[in-house]
């Protein structure tokens, strides 16, 4: 029998049987990343891309980078290169716990923080521990489109609640509480996908109605330190509820390619249970990655860093909405975030934005629609835009031909 008849009869046997049939209800029902399939349509370097999440690139400190990864090569050894604790080593564990308190006049340790491969990891660690098929999980409308993906695995009901510009619709949100959740998950600094913060007193309030309740509160704050207007304020939970979770992460402060994001949490129980799937998932995060963050946190100024990251970011947001307020139909609203990397943009109903988007791909500009982040479909006017992966330049003559095709479709 010929290598070429083998080929084909193994070709027909495995189609034979289908692997449908044995994929999970959760994976067949979680559908692959909106972001993902937009990034590729917009990868060609004609395209003026306002749809990743992606930090500027002339941010990353790279010589420093360099610098330290020599250093740990040279001076933590075999170390570097060995398997570790899950929860990550110590001395950085340590170093996020002080930068926190520093921040906030919290209390946190080194017991109390664990690393993360990521803070997408978070997400999907927190699922695993939180979440059975049916459980209630009480997110933002809008929200993070990969925190919906990494949830919807474990088959939650998701209960969203309106976010306004000061924070949460309280009579909805109380309506979720009641309804029953486990865990409910906030972005409250510039928030993604709308760069919208919560106020002092939209924060006081979600505490107020949080007080009492037994459920996990997580903060995912990956922003909090690219604040470029106004004054920083504090978490809604933290160390102020008895599950208070921050989510933290390195990747758009220093590098996102490490993939090194963190959890800070008073409650061990919770912790204990999350490095538990932890284990499961990968052992550790990446321990020579680990090594470098640390070495280069402490071989650096981290706020001297930050000023010129805000300062870029900041520059970039009013090009945007300065744009958007000469070009843009009047019937078009937009947020004008305070910090972070996103906007958002609101078009009259009967606009679908997903339609929206090849048109404006047409004219090699290109945006995230609104409806990926909801948690529950159906067509949306929205649409998330990111200012911070372009000069000023294309950012204007960008949004002067995302003008076009929204007036276009008007």
């Known amino acids: 029998m010929s290598n070429e008849t083998i080929a084909t009869e193994t070709t027909e046997a495995v189609g034979e049987l289908p692997i449908d049939e044995l994929l999970s209800d959760g994976i067949t029902n979680t559908p692959p990343s909106f972001v993902r399939a937009i990034l590729a349509a917009a990868s060609d370097p004609a395209v003026t891309s306002f749809a990743g999440g992606l930090p500027n690139p002339i941010s990353f400190p790279q010589e420093a980078l360099l610098e330290s990864m020599q250093r740990v090569v040279a001076e933590r050894g075999a170390d570097a290169f060995q398997y570790s604790a899950t929860a990550g080593i110590e001395g950085l564990r340590d170093w996020i716990a002080r930068r926190y308190n520093k921040r906030f006049g919290t209390d946190y340790t080194a017991d109390d923080v664990l690393i993360t491969t990521g803070s997408q990891q978070i997400l999907d660690l927190l699922g695993k521990v939180l979440l059975d098929k049916g459980d209630g999980v009480i997110v933002e409308k809008p929200t993070y489109l990969a925190a919906i993906q990494a949830f919807a695995l474990n088959q939650p009901t998701f209960h969203e609640v309106e976010l306004t510009e000061d924070g949460l619709n309280i009579d909805e949100l109380n309506a979720a509480l009641d309804a029953g959740a486990k865990m409910i998950y906030l972005i409250p600094n510039f928030q993604n996908p709308t760069g919208l913060t919560y106020s002092a007193e939209g924060r006081r309030q979600v505490r107020e109605a949080l007080t009492g309740r037994n459920i996990v509160v997580v903060e995912d704050d990956p922003y909090g ?32 390619g490490f993939r090194m994001g963190y959890i800070l949490t008073k409650d061990h129980a919770l912790l204990k249970a999350i490095n538990t799937a932890k284990e499961a998932a990968d052992l550790h995060t990446n321990v020579f990655a680990q090594y470098v963050i640390l070495d280069y946190l402490e071989h650096n100024d981290l706020d001297e860093h930050l000023v010129k990251i805000r300062n870029l970011y900041r520059d970039q947001a009013r090009a945007m909405t300065d744009a958007m307020a000469e070009c843009f139909p009047a019937e078009v609203s937009f947020t004008k975030p305070e910090g972070g990397m996103f906007l958002w943009a609101t078009l009259p109903e009967g606009i679908n934005t997903m339609d929206l988007f090849p048109k404006a791909l047409e004219r090699n500009v290109a945006f995230v629609p609104g409806e990926p982040f909801y948690a529950e479909p159906g067509a949306r006017s929205t649409m998330r835009l990111n200012f911070t992966n372009a000069n000023e330049e294309t950012i204007r003559d960008g949004i002067r031909r995302l003008a076009e095709a929204i007036a276009e479709a008007l």
Request: hydrophobic share 35%; no cysteine; aromatic share 10%.
């Open 225 to 256: 330190e690219l604040r470029f207007e106004g004054e920083s304020l504090p978490y809604i939970g933290g160390t102020a509820l008895p599950h208070g979770v921050i989510m933290g992460s390195f990747s758009k402060t220093v590098t996102p």
